[in-house]
């Protein structure tokens, strides 16, 4: 790299940049030593506009999330889906911040979800099981949970936690959780003191 710097040095007479707004281009016009003239050609990055993860960007996914989500939760999301930002960084919240407030996108607001949908946790509270135990169950299908992206927090409806077979895996799990253990008949108890003392 340093050798091709100092022939460029050497070569380069000057270098003007103009922009093609048109084609939404950098065009370098390079001046060599003896006369020549060489243009070069460079795509200018779309503000606030950076693919990729198959056909989503980052411009769709924010205002998919803006309004029921903060900013920080955003940039969380933006970044395991592997969005940049038009300058090709990852997304903070001073990022996403800045991003939304280009796009005229809604500020976060908790009031803003739906109130008849619940998140993954409030779900829990309600069933009286753990958050863990109710992605499972939308795992296999036994409850409908949503997520306006991937890797966005799962939206429930409160009405799923009513149905029949929701309950009943529920109550089953409650019962496995409070069914007292069995001791086999020929087990025998270690006595810890004597193994302590050197005893049989």
Known sequence: MRLKQRIAQILLVEVLVDIDEQRNELVALLHWKGGRHSELRIPKNKTGRRLKNGDRDATDVLAKLSGPFS??????????LRLRTGSDNSWTEGRVKD???????????????????LTLEQAARHLGVSPTFVRRLIARNVLSGEQVVPYAPWLISAEELSRAAVLEAVKASQ????RPQTVHPHQTNLDFASIASGGA
């Open 71 to 80: 900013d920080d939760a955003i940039a969380s999301i933006l970044n395991r």
């Open 99 to 117: 991003a939304r407030r280009r796009a005229k996108l809604p500020a976060f607001d908790p009031q803003d979800r739906d109130s008849s949908s």
């Open 175 to 178: 019962g496995r959780r409070h």
